[in-house]
């Protein structure tokens, strides 16, 4: 859960901060209030008492998997527009007056959301919220500065496509699902961001940015009711009516192997594996988060020591499974000084039939559970990390997920690691990509 997970189920040093926690207790609840404006936009407020920070982040109900192939990259490329010039603002003027703020900005996109947040002084969170309304409702996208961001766009695929465990993951989707949306990458092809017409970007934008596909999400040291009242003020009268989300053609069950292999110029041989699992609303993503972080998280994961230390089949070794609208990738990566994949597929194919066979062990389980949960409650101390948290959770789910995510992971029982992975962890049945060195390297 969280916005980890696209990317939040990672932090290494969690497992160190648990050994200090007693995982047994919930995280104490930030009060949270949750308001629907009558144009349809959502505002959840959590208030931390005492944090003298601010995140204001604006979610957005669209990513790459409401694209089509022709527009693959708008979401990613509307992202990068939305703090680049308003009808009141100047592209340099938004960055100056965060700044002034003391605040910083980002924004990310990924296959099921968007989402802009600033972190401030607690004390600012009215101008900011005035800063987030002007560029959510107000982006001109001056023709200038769509093609430096275009510049900008096409230099991070670039960057994406020259580090190979990156481009792994994004091949591996595109090799496992046919049919589904998620077969495109997030950010798009350089064939069609090259393409893409500001017009296009216009018509992206207004098809899918209006406030029924919004949520406000504010955390930190601020009081609910100003934050409420200001909401309402600056984006009470958006009105600009979107469709809703489109369901997306269900991937059929894979046959048997897919495999992409290529040979670059590179030393060591990137080796990615992924099986389609369960979605957010199916209750099997519970064990399967469970069984991500036994298997891969930390040196004490069961794969970290029997492929990588004991059986020196891999040199590194990451397992992820991100919490998505659909069915998303269960996933291995790893690289090995081999010339080829085929000894750590091995490997880890072997890895994956003890699993289905043996389960895992009630100490191995408890650990997962305990790692995980210890990983939420640090990332839900900071203003960021709850806003996060919160954010992802009402785009992808609900603010009930959220409530409800670590009593849901603390019942996963063991027989329920096990047949998640007996049901999705098919060693006949996966996708393969491998990133080789070129003979003669």
């Not at 389960?359 to 900071?382: F, I, M, S, Y």
């Not at 954010?391 to 603010?399: H, K």
């Amino acid at each position: 859960m969280g916005a980890r997970r696209g990317a939040l189920k990672a932090a290494a040093v969690v497992a160190a901060l648990l050994l200090c926690a007693p995982a047994a207790l919930p995280a104490p609840a930030p009060p949270l209030v949750e308001e629907v404006l009558p144009n349809g936009l959502r505002v959840v407020v959590a208030e931390q008492p005492g944090s003298p920070a601010v995140t204001v982040d604006v979610w957005v109900r669209v990513g790459s998997r409401d694209e089509t192939d022709e527009l693959n990259g708008a979401a990613h490329f509307v992202e990068h527009m939305l703090f680049k010039g308003t009808r009141r603002r100047r592209a340099g003027d938004i960055a100056r007056e965060v700044e002034s703020l003391g605040a910083w900005t980002n924004a990310a996109t990924g296959y099921d959301y968007t989402h802009y947040y600033v972190v401030a002084p607690a004390h600012a969170v009215g101008r900011v919220l005035d800063i987030q309304a002007d560029a959510l409702t107000n982006s001109i996208f001056d023709p200038e500065e769509v093609e430096r961001e275009r510049a900008v766009v096409l230099q991070e695929l670039s960057l994406i496509e020259d580090t190979p465990a990156r481009s792994a993951v994004f091949r591996l989707y595109q090799t496992a699902f046919t049919v589904h949306p998620y077969r495109r990458p997030v950010g798009g092809s350089p064939e069609v961001v090259r393409r893409l017409t500001r017009q296009q970007l216009v018509d992206f934008y207004r098809t899918h940015y209006g406030p029924a596909n919004v949520s406000v999400v504010v955390a930190g040291g601020v009081s609910a009711r100003e934050v409420l009242d200001a909401a309402r003020r600056l984006f009470g009268n958006w009105r600009h009516p979107v469709a809703g989300r489109r369901a997306a053609p269900a991937e059929p069950p894979m046959a048997g192997v897919r495999r992409a292999v290529e040979e670059r110029d590179v030393r060591v041989t990137t080796l990615a594996m992924g099986w389609i699992g369960p979605d957010v609303g199916n209750p099997d993503h519970y064990a399967a988060d469970v069984l991500v972080y036994a298997l891969g998280r930390g040196r004490g994961a069961r794969w970290v020591r029997a492929l990588r230390d004991q059986r020196r089949a891999v040199q590194t070794l990451s397992v992820s499974f991100p919490t998505a609208v659909d069915p998303p990738l269960f996933s291995v990566v790893a690289s090995t000084a081999a010339p080829d994949e085929r000894e750590a597929e091995r490997a880890i194919l072997e890895e994956v039939v003890r699993l289905r066979e043996e389960g895992l062990r009630p100490d191995e389980v408890a650990r997962a559970k305990a790692v995980l949960e210890a990983e939420v409650k640090v990332e839900q101390h900071t203003s960021r990390g709850l806003a996060g948290a919160l954010g992802f959770s009402t785009t992808v789910a609900s603010v009930d997920y959220f409530r409800t995510y670590l009593q849901r992971v603390r019942a996963v029982t063991l027989e329920d690691v096990r047949r998640v992975a007996q049901r999705y962890l098919d060693p006949g049945r996966y996708a393969l990509v491998a990133i080789r060195p070129r003979r003669g390297l």
